[in-house]
């Protein structure tokens, strides 16, 4: 191989990693699905799946990834292409994202699967001594959760209690809520799978407020935490 050659494979490789950085440090969810990615290998290793659990992790997580940059290098080629709207390209927009749906559900699917045997039953046990909780604990620890986050962002002088600032209300509620449904469904079979739901929705709700501006990633983090030991707590002292 030639000294020219060598260059050219360098710089191949140079410029495919200039692409995946610019798209992380570019794209909200590229950066979001990476951060999944990570959270998912680490939990993975640590409860000990198996090697094919772990190759069909990595291939799902890869799937994800590839479709969130395809979909962002369709956007940015479309951009270029066109100054105005145009039906078509709304279209293949659309369908480009349709895509990264179809690759997250799937990876979600395959996550569920693998992780249920894994997590179910030992997770499970920790909630069923607080199975027959009353549900005015959920009350309370929800209006406890509200008041911690409205004085932070009093003290912080960041936002306001609906909107904005040091923590992301929605998230803390959102999460606070995710425990509690852990800790109040009674069907031990269905338990995890209820309680895997939740935690999509919250995540879900926590993403909209990075996503419309409102909340930054820290912000929102805080939030999510700050809810959840809240609610854990309540529970863990009061059931």
């Not at 923590?167 to 009674?186: C, M, Q, R």
């Not at 501006?213 to 820290?218: D, P, V």
């Amino acid at each position: 191989m030639s000294p020219r050659s060598r260059v050219s494979l360098i710089d191949s490789f140079n410029f495919a990693f200039q692409g995946v950085i610019h798209a992380v440090r570019t794209q909200r969810n590229m950066r979001f699905h990476l951060l999944a990615a990570v959270v998912v290998i680490i939990v993975a290793i640590v409860i000990g799946v198996t090697k094919l659990e772990l190759i069909a992790l990595i291939l799902v997580i890869a799937f994800v990834l590839i479709t969130e940059m395809f979909n962002s290098s369709l956007e940015a080629a479309i951009d270029v292409a066109t100054t105005s709207f145009d039906p078509m390209a709304k279209l293949a927009k659309d369908m480009a994202a349709g895509a990264v749906l179809i690759s997250t559900v799937a990876a979600v699917g395959v996550g569920f699967l693998i992780f249920d045997d894994h997590v179910a039953a030992p997770s499970m046990r920790l909630v069923n001594r607080a199975e027959q909780a009353p549900a005015y604990l959920t009350l309370a620890a929800l209006m406890v959760t509200a008041i911690l986050v409205i004085a932070t962002k009093a003290l912080t002088h960041r936002g306001t209690p609906l909107r904005g600032g040091l923590p992301s209300g929605h998230a803390a509620l959102a999460f606070a809520a995710w425990v509690a449904v852990t800790y109040l469904v009674h069907d031990g079979q269905h338990r995890f799978l209820i309680s895997s739901l939740a935690l999509v929705m919250a995540i879900m709700v926590a993403q909209t407020r990075i996503e419309a501006g409102f909340h930054s990633a820290l912000e929102v983090t805080y939030g999510a935490v700050l809810g959840a030991l809240v609610m854990l707590a309540f529970f863990q002292v009061f059931a």
